[in-house]
């Protein structure tokens, strides 16, 4: 019995330690949160993204309408330029993040701006979250925020996720600037 007490004493003494080093070991709050009006091919707004940084990535959370029904790939440009004038060409090419070809299938793959496809059904609204781990809205080499920031570019047709050197998604029909001022 009188063994009974310490150890009871230490397994309260443990519990209590682990819990308050939970609370001081919590993930990180989220962090920096930008807001972006997305444009399609004739100037006007079909909406908004909202880009939040996470403990491991980006969550993109889309409210859009007005976009042709069906599969659409959706992905991050690499200058945050969007002239609608020019097919939003202007955006660049794929955010690469880094020494990747393109393609959520291709060995070596993919660019940190890939993302899986996006499906607008026949009311054309896009209401949808993706979860990005390639990026980053704080400094350094994966940030969506350098110098002249970057574009979420919707694309006419569905990413085949292989053909290089931007998955074969066809013509750009939407597009975000994504800049620290957004």
Do not use: W
């Amino acid at each position: 019995m009188i063994r009974t007490v310490p150890i009871a004493a230490a397994c309260a003494l443990a519990l209590t330690a682990s819990a308050g080093l939970a609370e001081d070991h919590a993930a990180p709050a989220a962090g920096k949160t930008v807001h972006a009006n997305v444009i399609g091919q004739d100037g006007q707004s079909l909406g908004m993204i909202t880009l939040q940084q996470l403990p491991t990535g980006v969550l993109v959370s889309t409210d859009i309408k007005g976009l042709p029904e069906g599969e659409h790939g959706f992905h991050f440009h690499e200058k945050g330029i969007c002239n609608p004038a020019e097919g939003f060409k202007t955006s660049g090419g794929h955010f690469a993040g880094g020494d990747h070809k393109h393609g959520l299938m291709v060995e070596g793959g993919p660019h940190a701006g890939d993302m899986p496809n996006q499906y607008v059904g026949p009311d054309g609204v896009l209401k949808e979250q993706v979860f990005n781990t390639g990026v980053t809205l704080t400094p350094g080499p994966k940030s969506l925020l350098d110098a002249d920031g970057s574009a979420l570019v919707i694309h006419e047709g569905a990413d085949d996720y292989m053909s290089q050197p931007s998955g074969a998604a066809g013509s750009r029909i939407a597009c975000a600037v994504i800049s620290p001022g957004e």
